[in-house]
């Protein structure tokens, strides 16, 4: 098998496996547990996300319809008393609804599950935090996750060219750049005016990790370019690109993302 080949697979593999940790350690990655009440387990998966404008589902299995749940919840970070629904029992689960918010409000919500005199709080560390945000159109959201994934595999394979007996950068720099705009830079700022109202809330108008990463790759691999052009011995500008990529990548999608300040006049919500 030709080396060339090789690094692909290698970073293939590497790019996939930064694609799934990103997700799985994100803050609107279900909270996803397990807890007893009585003799029986109950095992749950809590939404951390809703898109669109309506009321979001809470959904809980049980085995007995005799055990009834309680939704609580109020709006994150304010002094707002603890809101109290019953939860329906339907179809081998326990719903509750919470109301819709504006994008990127945010809810904390918990359940409490009770069997005669047992009772069992879900989660019981800390209520789980859900954000909303409008929906995103799948001919804006598809290609964005294609583009930011080309951009992360071309990246890293870049890097890996430098163990190629004769490397050659320029396709390749040129292909993870194109990537990186169109995924980053075109259609991630649609992604944002769609879910929440900004095209972008990165440096210098705002913290969200998803843009200023994201700007710190592109000035990272325009460098590189630069230097690719200037440089008789480019292919240390080149691999410090494609690490720094790699690792801001690794950061938990959508951490220090938008959130609405509810001490701001807002829309009134059911």
Avoid: C
Avoid at 70 to 75: A, D, P, Q
Avoid at 115 to 123: M, S, T
Wanted: charged residues 20%; without cysteine; aromatic residues 14%.
């Amino acid at each position: 098998m030709k080396k060339s080949i090789i690094l692909w697979i290698i970073a293939f593999i590497l790019t996939a496996a930064t694609a799934v940790f990103q997700r799985l350690t994100g803050p609107t990655y279900p909270l996803k547990g397990k807890t007893v009440l009585k003799d029986f387990t109950v095992n749950y998966s809590l939404d951390r996300s809703h898109s669109g404008d309506d009321h979001h589902l809470v959904r809980i299995k049980v085995k007995n319809e005799n055990v009834t749940g309680i939704l609580e919840w109020k709006r994150y970070k304010t002094d707002d008393t603890w809101r109290i629904q019953r939860m329906k029992f339907q179809n081998g689960e326990l719903i509750g609804a919470l109301p819709p918010q504006p994008p990127a409000g945010k809810l904390e919500y918990r359940i409490i599950l009770t069997d005669d005199e047992y009772q069992v709080l879900i989660p019981r560390e800390k209520p789980v935090v859900i954000r909303f945000k409008g929906y995103i159109p799948d001919y804006i959201l598809i290609p964005h996750v294609v583009f930011i994934f080309l951009a992360m595999l071309f990246s890293t394979r870049t890097g890996l060219e430098y163990f190629n007996n004769d490397s050659k950068y320029d396709k390749l720099v040129y292909l993870t750049l194109i990537f990186l705009i169109l995924g980053g830079f075109i259609f991630g700022p649609l992604v944002q005016y769609f879910a929440f109202g900004a095209l972008w809330t990165g440096f210098p108008f705002g913290y969200d990790l998803t843009d200023n990463k994201t700007l710190i790759a592109l000035v990272a691999w325009l460098t590189a370019f630069v230097m690719m052009k200037r440089s008789s011995n480019p292919h240390r500008w080149i691999i410090t690109a494609s690490v720094l990529m790699f690792v801001v990548f690794l950061i938990p999608h959508s951490l220090l993302g938008s959130e609405l300040d509810y001490s701001k006049p807002v829309k009134n919500v059911n």
